[in-house]
């Protein structure tokens, strides 16, 4: 039987948000985009909030590249930018690509970025409908890595750099993908079937089992690569959307909770960055 954590348990690190996502921990601070103020934030585990930069159409994924720049997603025009610490320049137009919002990416070793979207209008409640995952090359280069997948979001590289997991939100699974030398995907398998849960920002960790938010469930959960659940965290009355483990030894749960999606929740300033420690650490991308 799976273990159960009450919502008690989580610490608030970080109040008064939009609504936070793409939770990622570097260099001694969780970095996270807050959609509706159009910012990224960083913030280290004492609770200092620190603006990085903004982002006017939107920030979602976030993703580091070797050398060091920060790649980010911005939403509404459908573009993948990067950060240099100054400037805020486009790497890639996937406008032309997919039909939806863009929403969150990882970054491989290779600087490779995977980058996901809703493939519909989510807030003018269109029905759901397949579409592309998308990878950007370093050198701006766009390729469709994967057809056919469902609200593709979350998403998570394996230590060795050969498998991709990726949250299928509104197929209500995770898949998992091999990945090749030239960044290619292939041999699509189910990781975990999750019927009434609707996986959203997730990660993995050093047993290889992954850390997912329930965008619906009020619940983050830990999954095992086949789906068995081993482990849930209550979110009370907020909804969880992402989380990520860090803090310098990557036991620290960050989930990333907010009352509802859309701009109208956003303007209630209710979200939050909640924390929890976990036995098992922090493994692979992001």
Not at 90 to 101: C, I
Not at 141 to 160: K, L, R
Not at 190 to 195: F, I
Request: with cysteine.
């Amino acid at each position: 039987m799976s273990e159960t954590t009450p919502a008690s348990d989580l610490t608030v690190l970080v109040d008064g948000l939009c609504f936070a996502e793409a939770p990622r921990w570097h260099e001694g601070r969780l970095w996270f985009s807050d959609f509706f103020h159009c910012k990224v934030f960083s913030v280290d585990a004492q609770g200092d909030l620190r603006t990085e930069f903004e982002v006017p159409e939107s920030p979602s994924g976030l993703g580091w590249r070797p050398d060091g720049q920060l790649l980010v997603v911005s939403m509404l025009d459908r573009r993948l930018m990067r950060w240099d610490g100054v400037h805020l320049q486009e790497v890639a137009d996937l406008s032309v690509h997919v039909r939806g919002n863009c929403n969150d990416l990882v970054v491989d070793a290779q600087g490779r970025a995977y980058v996901g979207n809703f493939g519909f209008d989510l807030y003018a409640k269109e029905e759901p409908r397949p579409t592309r995952l998308m990878r950007v090359d370093p050198d701006g280069s766009v390729y469709t890595a994967a057809e056919g997948v469902t609200f593709p979001n979350g998403m998570a590289i394996t230590p060795d750099g050969r498998s991709l997991v990726v949250a299928e939100t509104h197929a209500q699974r995770i898949s998992a993908f091999d990945v090749a030398a030239d960044g290619s995907l292939s041999n699509r398998r189910l990781w975990a079937d999750l019927p009434g849960v609707y996986p959203d920002g997730l990660c993995l960790d050093a047993e290889n089992a992954v850390w997912v938010a329930d965008a619906r469930g009020r619940q983050v959960l830990r999954v095992a690569d086949g789906g068995k659940v081993l482990q849930t965290v209550r979110s009370g009355d907020l909804h969880s959307y992402a989380c990520m483990l860090g803090g310098d030894d990557g036991r620290t749960l960050h989930v990333c909770t907010a009352p509802g999606i859309g701009p109208g929740h956003g303007a209630k300033r209710q979200g939050r960055i909640e924390t929890i420690r976990v036995d098992v650490p922090h493994a692979g991308r992001p």
